[in-house]
């Protein structure tokens, strides 16, 4: 569920966050991520809040400088592993 809604640069309402929090805690979430484009701000009061980590993820727009990867394939690839940490995959 997005914080934000499609844009990352919107700010969410009140009964957003609060739904975004309640289904955190229905399904047990662990990570609050946000993207490289975007500021974490939000992202890090929400987890604070909420006794959660963050983790960053890379859309789809493109590579920046804090890229944890040099070109799609190796970004993507990092964004799997940030998921699979996240959720407790192996």
Do not use: W
């Not at 399904?27 to 490289?36: A, C, L």
């Not at 959660?52 to 799609?72: A, C, K, M, W």
Request: hydrophobic share 40%.
């Amino acid at each position: 569920m997005g914080i934000t809604g499609l844009a990352p640069d919107t700010e969410p309402t009140p009964a957003h966050l609060a739904a975004v929090q309640t289904i955190a805690h229905e399904k047990g979430v662990t990570t609050i991520f946000s993207e490289t484009l975007a500021s974490p701000a939000l992202a890090d009061a929400l987890a604070k809040d909420l006794g959660l980590r963050t983790d960053v993820l890379d859309p789809l727009e493109g590579i920046t400088s804090q890229s944890r990867g040099t070109d799609y394939p190796s970004v993507m690839r990092s964004n799997l592993s940030a998921l699979r940490e996240a959720n407790g995959c192996r």
